[in-house]
């Protein structure tokens, strides 16, 4: 960067080392500049890191979910399975820092506390957790938009004498569940993962469900070698095929209008899409189905006859089917056989609707009902998604506001990637970003080329501050809401649209993700590029 009466200790900081963090370290460092990865885990791989519970994994297919900068990375790499359990991403994610050459670049145990803003000599100093501090010229978050775990509120959560733990800080040393009496709260992606993973381990499985979610199967399956070997050689036609579509994902909207299908021919295509493996019937349906509530009634309709059959006790199917939101409109989770779980003569489920949680006793948990005793609680109870992490750390801006007191009532941002007031601060996967609303490392990608671009453009014109303009920002953020008149996705409760009961404030609507899809995003990305940077200001 351009020499500065105060220069920093680095050109660039990133905080965390996940997904994002890596390939942009990587691209920092194509470019020549002073770099470190400040990162709280003692280990890299950011959600991968962190979520040990049984049962993690992708839903989206493996070989969308790893990076496409490298033919020979691509080459290199073997999938065991269509979706990947967490024990091999992570492996897979360590084995592209030692293959670049990247972890020297990487600080670990590093939790960073707060970083302010010096407006004369345009750097950022961030100070961690242990007091240690650092300064760089530009910083860039790369912290994750699930990784503010959150704890549900309830009396006594910590009078609990046995083990009991967010699935996010599952134990690195492992848990074992053998013959133990297991209480899990939540029923949310990881939970449906988690119950069925150890529900037929477990002595005894108490399931307290708040609110069912339309679940669908994964359809997992191994890879052998010749068919990693086509998949190979499918790579281009593969990332192409994730470019085109809404999500990043294989699965794109079916072209054809639902209204000019019949009626067999619908049922046969769900029934298809039921069958297959991955997003498909969640993504790969007709647009109505996501649209138009009348349509998106009849699809429920096909997927709670499909819960029913799946569960033998019928009262218990009916506490699984939402009544509260159609299918689709809240993140889907793609399930092996989680219904079935609940046909074990071991396995509880507890309709917190009907009974509800008084509180954590020394013993178990006590609900209107009474006491369930247990071995190990487990709290599936989700995060402050998207805004948590940043509420974490204390960024403190230019004229000395705080990011967390501007965004308190939501983001506002130009392009998801800076906010005014904030110079230098590039929010990689942050609010209203196009990677928060797809296959998330194809949208990486795509945030971490243009950033680069951005610190290109910057060093090629001798500047040391880039801030977003006021006005670029408000205009940004009414497109963003303006997409809320869209689809059924923005009319339930879900963390799409900022609502966590755990959380103080989030209980309205808050505009959080783009739902123009990841072409659109990138058509406007291209054309800010085009028109040098609009929309920031430079100096």
């Not at 590093?110 to 501090?133: H, I, M, P, S, Y």
């Not at 009532?409 to 906010?419: C, E, S, W």
């Not at 609507?509 to 800010?528: D, I, N, Q, S």
Request: hydrophobic letters at 35%; proline letters at 4%.
């Amino acid at each position: 960067m351009t020499e500065a009466n105060s220069a920093p200790e680095h050109d660039v900081i990133i905080i965390g080392a996940g997904v994002c963090g890596i390939y942009l370290v990587y691209r920092m460092l194509e470019l020549g500049l002073s770099v470190t990865v400040l990162e709280a885990g003692d280990g890299p791989g950011g959600t991968w890191y962190w979520n040990r519970y049984p049962g993690a994994r992708f839903d989206s297919e493996s070989y969308t979910y790893g990076y496409s900068f490298s033919k020979e990375l691509l080459d290199e790499w073997n999938w065991s399975e269509h979706f990947a359990a967490q024990p091999e991403t992570l492996r897979y994610l360590n084995h592209v820092i030692d293959r670049f050459d990247l972890r020297e670049h990487m600080q670990f145990g590093c939790k960073v506390q707060g970083a302010a803003f010096d407006n004369a000599a345009n750097l950022w100093t961030v100070t961690l957790e242990d007091g240690r501090t650092f300064t760089t010229r530009l910083l860039f978050t790369a912290i994750g938009m699930l990784s503010a775990a959150t704890m549900p509120r309830i009396e006594g959560v910590d009078a609990f004498k046995g083990p009991s733990f967010h699935t996010y800080n599952w134990p690195h040393e492992g848990v074992d569940l053998t013959g133990k009496r297991v209480g899990v709260i939540g029923t949310g992606a990881t939970g449906v993962q988690l119950i069925a993973e150890i529900a037929d381990k477990v002595g005894s499985l108490t399931v307290f469900q708040r609110r069912p979610n339309w679940c669908a199967p994964l359809h997992n399956a191994p890879i052998d070698d010749e068919e990693m070997a086509r998949i190979k050689a499918s790579y281009d036609a593969i990332f192409a095929r994730c470019i085109e579509t809404p999500g990043g994902f294989l699965h794109g909207p079916d072209r054809r209008s639902y209204l000019e299908v019949s009626e067999a021919e619908r049922l046969e295509f769900w029934e298809t899409l039921y069958a297959s493996p991955g997003f498909g019937v969640w993504l790969g349906n007709f647009r109505e189905v996501l649209m138009d509530e009348t349509i998106n009634r009849e699809f429920s309709d096909f997927i709670a006859a499909k819960i029913r059959a799946r569960v033998d006790d019928p009262d218990v199917a009916e506490k699984l089917i939402p009544k509260d939101h159609g299918f689709g409109s809240r993140r889907v989770p793609m399930e092996t056989r989680y219904y079935e779980a609940y046909n074990r003569s071991n396995v509880t489920l507890v309709d917190l609707n009907e009974t509800p949680i008084e509180c954590v006793t020394e013993d178990g948990i006590r609900t209107s009902a009474g006491e369930h005793e247990f071995d190990v609680i487990v709290y599936a109870t989700g995060f402050d998604a998207i805004t948590g992490a940043f509420d974490r750390i204390d960024f403190e801006g230019a004229d000395g506001s705080h990011l967390k007191d501007k965004w308190q009532d939501g983001p506002v941002t130009y392009l998801g990637l800076q906010t005014a007031g904030f110079p230098n601060l590039v929010t990689l996967a942050g609010p209203q970003s196009g990677s928060v609303s797809t296959n998330f490392p194809r949208g990486i990608e795509e945030a971490v080329d243009w950033t680069t671009g951005l610190v290109r453009f910057m060093r090629e014109h001798g500047y040391q501050r880039v801030e977003a303009d006021p006005g670029a920002e408000a205009e940004w953020t009414e497109h963003v809401k303006s997409l809320y008149g869209f689809g059924l996705a923005t009319t339930t409760k879900s963390w799409f649209t900022g609502y966590n009961s755990n959380v103080d404030g989030h209980d309205t609507l808050r505009y959080m993700v783009y739902f123009g899809g990841a072409p659109k995003y990138r058509e406007r990305l291209a054309e800010v590029v085009d028109n040098d940077y609009e929309g920031f200001e430079f100096g």
